[in-house]
């Protein structure tokens, strides 16, 4: 009896032990370690990143793509003529271009998705991408026209953005959870917690994706990222969370490590609309309280470049406006003193999640301790930081980046939650949506940039640095981010 | 004669010893401020002007575990002061009421038993905010049936007493002899269950500071320090093996001692004698 018992035990626990004890089978395609996952997966409904970072150039595509060097390609649009006013933009679509789901792609999914991005009960995240659009008429069915109410300067590169991709009404409802794009991947299935496994699209239109999957598996601590890389359990990180491994990564012949751009904006927000804040002395004392490069070395270990406004180095229209508040910590209780605190303030600084955040915090509270400043820290979860700080703006400064690209139109939004209103910035945003002719677009936008960094509407930090951790045999991934998200069919594993 | 003192003693007393002393002179003295950031002198080794070497800011590491044993044992102890002062009488009150009190009080402790308590203690940091008084609530709460239990079941036993049998038909009412004649008979087992509630205060704050709910920065605290050390552990072991130790040792000694008190108060339970 007991021997018929320990042989069925056997019988079972046999196969378990032979299963952990095997070599795990060859990986089919690229896996790819993300930190944060998706809350959803439809790009045109959701301000997160990471949805982006899934989906957009994969599953979804636009009517045009922005490239890894940040320009303008054409992409479900084939071609297009602007008219001389600037006024009438006529797309050529792509022939024979099929969703996912089989359904045709034309000239009426176009008016679809532009229409519904730009409808009042809209939930697009950027739905001042749309605001120039007058009217979406159908041509024929390969030819569609856009009418704007006034010229946009940077209507094509909007229309590359993740949230203005083409969808089909039929599916459109439900690309949160089944996402059905035109791209050169489909969504196979979601694990929530786990990953997101993608195919490649046999009947894509385009070039076929060098990689017959991509498995995005999420990893939210930075010190099982590490493990992860190590053990090859992914193939490598497009955006690897922890700064201080790179080192490791660097000396290892098996790892490649490429630091590129991204647009993200590092900043020390302030709620403009809470005393003391809104004193422009008080401002100006934190500017000249922060030590930009001592953050950058403790918070990124020396991976960030300097900012002085909210705006990206990589920028042809960037202006170095880092010296307008040198580190200056007599000169900040200077001006303290003026604005009427010599002694200082209290106030709380609430934090979210990731290191530069949590660590940039601390150096940050040590820095204004210097001048009199008491920061009490409060470190929170991304959806409680969304909640109190993003939406309900009950913070008094705060660390994010703010990594949409060409974002410092934000600047502009009464309701954003900087709290800042300046109506000389609003009217440089309007002139800057009026003109299409690029150097006055640069001009204006250097005029913008040095108004916010005159007014030190926020603390201005560093420009985020894409951390791309990689197997060495792994071709074909992005150096630089000059959109969230990136395209992956150029991606495969040499073998 | 006093009984000789066992070696689980000793050396539980002397880490435990250790420990206090590290905490008590921090009050007034570390070797640099715990909390002054250096950026430029950041991730140096174990060396004679940094004797537990320096963390990612550049802040001197022993510094911030002398600070964080401060941290570490001014939330256990009030923990256990919670968990002794509520439980005790609870339990000193079942045991001489008996009856439905008895049965009411007990039932409700080990509803609170019954609940894993690190995953409630996260609860209640989660739901009232992060921060050292929290997680100081959070622990002693579940100190409380621990105490309650432990002198519920010692008083029962004692009431069988003759000498508490005497002063019940001397009249004396029960709330009396629980002080006079209970309380005083249990004292030797409430000190070792302290003792090693202490210690397991000592882990559950380092855990809650793990998951960034106990103490907040710039105050230190062991737990913190070991999340921090994590992705930095393969090329600065040091930040990671400091406040692991230091867990490590508080943890052991106060379990030593609590055996050594154990031996002392109850000398029938000592090993090798009769």
């Given amino acids: 009896m007991v021997s018929r018992v320990s042989r069925v035990l056997v019988l079972l626990i046999l196969p378990i032990l032979l299963a952990a004890c095997g070599q795990s089978a060859p990986r089919e395609g690229v896996v790819l370690g993300m930190q944060l996952e998706p809350p959803g997966l439809d790009p045109t409904s959701g301000a997160a990143g990471a949805i982006d970072g899934v989906v957009y150039g994969n599953v979804f595509e636009g009517l045009t793509r922005i490239h890894q060097d940040g320009s303008v390609q054409p992409a479900l649009a084939r071609s297009w003529t602007i008219s001389a006013d600037g006024l009438e933009y006529v797309f050529h679509l792509q022939p024979d271009v099929r969703f996912h789901d089989g359904s045709l792609f034309d000239a009426s999914d176009v008016k679809f998705s532009l229409e519904r991005a730009s409808a009042p009960q809209s939930t697009n995240a950027q739905k001042g991408l749309f605001v120039p659009i007058e009217a979406v008429e159908i041509l024929d069915p390969l030819n569609v026209k856009v009418v704007l109410k006034y010229p ?300 916010i960094a005159e007014d030190s509407v926020n603390g201005f930090l560093f420009q985020f640095a894409k951390i791309g951790v990689w197997d060495k045999r792994l071709k074909g991934m992005w150096t630089d981010a000059p959109i969230q998200g990136e395209n992956l069919s150029e991606v495969y594993f040499e073998r | 004669m006093m009984p000789r003192l066992s070696a689980s003693f000793v050396i539980g007393a002397a880490l435990s010893a250790i420990i206090l002393l590290a905490a008590l002179v921090s009050l007034f003295w570390t070797p640099y401020d715990y909390a002054a950031l250096d950026i430029a002198a950041r991730l140096l080794p174990p060396t004679p002007s940094h004797w537990f070497g320096t963390d990612h800011l550049g802040r001197d590491v022993l510094s911030m575990v002398m600070a964080g044993a401060r941290n570490s044992i001014a939330v256990a102890i009030v923990a256990v002061c919670i968990g002794m002062g509520l439980g005790v009488p609870l339990g000193l009150l079942a045991a001489a009421q008996r009856g439905w009190a008895e049965e009411s009080l007990m039932r409700v402790n080990d509803l609170v038993f019954a609940f894993p308590a690190l995953i409630m203690a996260i609860l209640i940091t989660a739901v009232f905010g992060p921060g050292a008084i929290n997680a100081i609530i959070a622990i002693g709460i579940f100190n409380i049936p621990v105490f309650a239990r432990l002198s519920r079941g010692a008083a029962l036993s004692l009431w069988t007493r003759d000498y508490v049998l005497a002063a019940r038909l001397s009249a004396k009412r029960p709330l009396q002899i629980s002080l006079e004649h209970i309380l005083p008979n249990i004292t030797g087992l409430l000190i070792v269950q302290g003792t090693i509630q202490f210690s397991m205060g000592i882990i559950a704050e380092a855990g809650l500071s793990y998951v960034g709910l106990g103490a907040q920065p710039p105050n230190p605290s062991w737990g913190r320090m070991l999340f921090e050390a994590q992705t930095m552990a393969s090329f600065a072991p040091w930040l990671a093996l400091f406040p692991g130790f230091a867990i490590l040792f508080s943890v052991l000694g106060l379990n030593l001692l609590g055996d050594g008190l154990r031996d002392l108060f109850d000398p029938k339970s000592r090993r090798g004698v009769a």
Avoid: C
């Fill in chain 1, 152 to 451: 946009a300067g940077d209507f094509l590169f909007n229309m590359g953005w993740g949230d203005a991709v083409m969808v089909d009404p039929l599916s459109a409802p439900h690309n949160g959870t089944i996402p059905v794009g035109t791209g050169p991947f489909r969504f196979v299935d979601w694990h929530k917690g786990y990953a997101i496994t993608l195919q490649r699209h046999d009947a894509y239109w385009g070039a076929p994706a060098k990689s017959a999957q991509i498995q995005f598996v999420f990893i939210t601590d930075p010190a099982a990222a590490y493990a992860a890389v190590l053990a090859g359990d992914v193939d490598g990180f497009s955006a690897y969370p922890a700064p201080e491994n790179l080192p490791a990564f660097e000396v290892d012949p098996r790892f490649e490590v490429v630091i590129g751009a991204t647009e993200g904006e590092t900043i020390l927000a302030i709620n403009n609309a809470r005393a003391p804040f809104g004193n422009l002395l008080v401002r100006r004392a934190i500017a000249h309280a922060i030590n930009r490069q001592e953050i950058i070395d403790g918070a990124m270990f020396g991976r960030g470049i300097p900012i002085g406004s909210h705006f990206s180095p990589a920028h042809r229209a960037y202006e170095d406006l880092t010296g307008m508040y040198a580190y200056d910590p007599s000169r900040a209780r200077v001006l303290l003193a003026q604005a009427g605190y010599p002694d200082g303030f209290t106030a709380s600084l609430k934090l979210p999640p990731p290191s530069y955040a949590r660590r940039g915090g601390e150096i940050l509270a040590a820095q204004l301790a210097k001048v009199g400043i008491t920061l009490r820290i409060e470190n929170m979860e991304w959806a409680q930081w969304l909640d109190q700080v993003f939406t309900n703006k009950d913070y008094d400064l705060s660390i994010v980046s703010h990594t949409e690209p060409m974002d410092i139109g934000i600047y502009g939004r009464d309701d954003y939650y900087f709290q800042y209103k300046s109506a000389a910035f609003k009217t440089l945003m309007d002139r800057l949506a009026l003109t299409n002719d690029a150097a006055e677009r640069e001009a204006i936008l250097r005029v913008a940039q040095r108004q």
